[in-house]
C-alpha cells in the first residue's frame, strides 16, 4: 500500500481514484456481448457461457431436483446461518414499510402517494471463485417483501455446469421464481433483452465486476432500470491510535479478498499505526486462501494520513466509499459527519463483514464514488412510487382559478379549457 503523508486537497480527486480497465476496450467488448444476446437469445448464451465459464450448457433453467440436490449437500449448521441472517434482513427490511398518506393541500383537493411492487425483477449474483449467496438475501427479500411477482436470477454456472448448492439454497428459501445458469455481461443482457429461456424483467438488481457494471450501464439506455453502479467492491478505514491494528488489517483483507480490481483506503491521523497495521497485513496475508487475489488489490491501495480530524473527514466525504469503517475513539461524533458513503460502520467491534451477511442491512451498496448521488438497496428500491389527487367540487372550484391563471400564463390554452369547462358546467342551475 501506498502511503501518503497530509496530502493537498488538490491531488485528493486523484488518490479517490479506483483501478479500471481501459474504458474503450470495456465499452467495446460489453457492448458485443449485448448485442450477440440481443441478436441469438440463448444460443448466444451458450456459447458465450462456453467461452468464458468453459462449460457446456443445454438447459439454462436450473430445475427442481437441481434445488432439492442443492439443499441436500450443504451442512445443517450452513443452512441455519443462512435462515438466520434472512431473518435479521427481513427485519430490517419490513421495518422500511410505509403507510400511504393522504394530505388535503386545499380544501377538496386529497393527494397520495403509494409504493407498487415492480412486476419483474431480475437478480445477478456473482459466481466464480467466489460465490456470493449473502446477496440472494439481500436483494431476494426486499423483492419478497415488496411483492414483487416474478423475481429472475442469473448467476454463473461452475465447470461441471451447476449453480453453487448456497446460492440455490438461498434463492429456494427467499422465494425466487426463476433461476439460470449465466453469468457475467450476457446474463445482464438476458435479463435486459429476453431470450426463448430468460425472461425480460423490467429491473435489475446485483453487484458484478467490471464488465457486469458496463452492462448494466449500458443496458440503461435501452429504457431499463437498474439499482445502481456496484462495481468492484472497496472499503475506507479510518482509524486512531485506539485502534487494534489486527482488526484493522483483518478489515482491509477482508475486502481485498473480493478481487484484484477491489480497492482498500486507510485513513490515520498519524503514522504510529503504519508499521504494526503492515505487520499484520503480511502475517494474516499468509493464512488466506486468496491471497494471491488479496495482494494484488492491495497494489492498488493506499494510506492516507491527515492529522487533522476535519480534513480527515472532508476527503472521506470526497472519495465517497461503499464502505466505511471507523476504528476511532470519537466514532459516533463523527459518524454523524459522514455524508457521503454507502453503510458506516462504527467502533472497534463492528467490522464490514457483519453488515456483509447478517446484520439485516442491504450489502448492495454504491462503488466508485457514486455513494455522493446513490443509496444502497433498501425495500424501496423494488418499489415504484404513483401519486394520486381526488378533487371535490368544492376542489375544483377553490383551485381551479389558480390553475387558470398558471396555464393562461404559460400560453397553454387547452389547459385553462380543462378546468374551465368544469367551473362551468358547477355554475350551471
Known amino acids: 500500500m501506498k502511503i501518503y503523508i497530509n496530502p493537498s486537497q488538490e491531488t485528493w480527486t486523484e488518490l479517490s481514484k479506483r483501478p479500471q480497465l481501459e474504458l474503450e476496450f470495456l465499452d467495446s467488448s460489453v457492448r458485443n456481448v449485448l448485442n450477440r444476446v440481443k441478436k441469438s437469445g440463448d444460443d448466444a448464451l451458450r456459447e458465450l457461457t462456453l467461452q468464458y465459464d468453459k462449460v457446456s450448457i443445454q438447459a439454462l433453467r436450473v430445475s ?6 442443492a439443499e441436500k449437500t450443504l451442512s ?34 386529497i ?11 431480475g437478480i445477478y449474483i456473482p459466481g466464480g471463485s467466489a ?36 446460492i440455490l439454497f438461498a434463492a429456494k428459501l427467499v ?29 435489475i438488481f446485483g453487484p458484478g465486476n467490471q464488465y457486469v457494471t458496463k452492462a448494466k450501464q449500458l443496458v440503461m439506455e435501452e429504457g431499463l432500470a437498474i439499482d445502481m453502479p456496484a462495481g468492484p467492491s472497496e472499503v475506507l478505514v479510518m482509524a486512531d491510535e485506539t485502534a487494534e491494528a489486527s482488526f484493522i488489517a483483518a478489515d482491509l483483507l477482508s ?12 485513513v490515520l491521523n498519524n503514522e504510529t499505526l503504519v508499521s504494526s497495521v503492515q505487520n499484520e497485513i503480511a502475517k494474516q496475508l499468509e493464512v488466506l486462501p486468496r491471497k494471491a487475489i488479496a495482494e494484488k488489490s492491495l497494489a492498488n491501495s493506499r494510506v492516507v494520513i491527515l492529522n487533522d480530524q476535519k480534513t480527515a473527514l472532508d476527503f472521506i466525504n470526497e472519495y465517497a466509499p461503499e464502505h466505511l469503517i471507523l476504528n476511532i475513539k470519537n466514532a459516533d461524533a463523527v459518524a454523524a459527519e459522514v455524508i457521503n458513503a454507502g453503510s458506516v460502520f462504527i467502533g472497534n467491534y463492528s467490522p464490514e463483514a457483519i453488515g456483509d451477511y447478517a446484520s439485516g442491512t442491504n450489502h448492495t451498496l454504491p462503488t466508485n464514488g457514486f455513494a455522493k448521488a446513490f443509496a444502497g438497496v433498501s425495500l424501496e428500491s423494488f418499489l415504484k412510487y404513483i401519486t394520486f389527487q381526488q378533487l371535490s367540487e368544492e376542489g375544483i372550484k377553490k383551485l381551479g382559478p389558480v390553475v387558470e391563471e398558471m396555464a393562461e400564463a404559460e ?19
Do not use: Y
Open 111 to 121: 393527494c397520495w402517494r403509494k409504493g407498487v411492487a415492480i412486476d419483474k425483477v
Open 255 to 266: 475486502q481485498a479478498e473480493h478481487g484484484e480490481d477491489s480497492q482498500v483506503m486507510l
Open 411 to 429: 400560453q397553454l390554452i387547452g389547459h385553462k379549457r380543462a378546468v374551465s369547462v368544469r367551473l362551468e358546467k358547477l355554475k350551471q342551475p
Open 175 to 203: 422465494g425466487v421464481t426463476k433461476i439460470f445458469k449465466a453469468g457475467g455481461a450476457q446474463a445482464i443482457a438476458a435479463m435486459a433483452f429476453g431470450t426463448q429461456s430468460i425472461p425480460k424483467v423490467h429491473k
Open 131 to 166: 460465490p456470493l449467496f449473502s446477496t440472494v438475501l439481500m436483494l431476494g427479500v426486499p423483492a419478497k417483501l415488496a411483492g414483487c411477482k416474478e423475481v429472475i436470477l442469473c448467476s454463473p454456472p461452475d465447470q461441471s455446469g451447476k449453480i453453487n448448492a448456497a
Open 76 to 109: 445443517p449448521s450452513l443452512k441455519e446461518a443462512i435462515r438466520t441472517a434472512a431473518a435479521n434482513i427481513e427485519k430490517f427490511h419490513a421495518a422500511q414499510k410505509r403507510d400511504v398518506l393522504k394530505v388535503e393541500t386545499t380544501p377538496g383537493v
Open 64 to 69: 427442481e431436483e437441481e434445488l432439492a440436490d
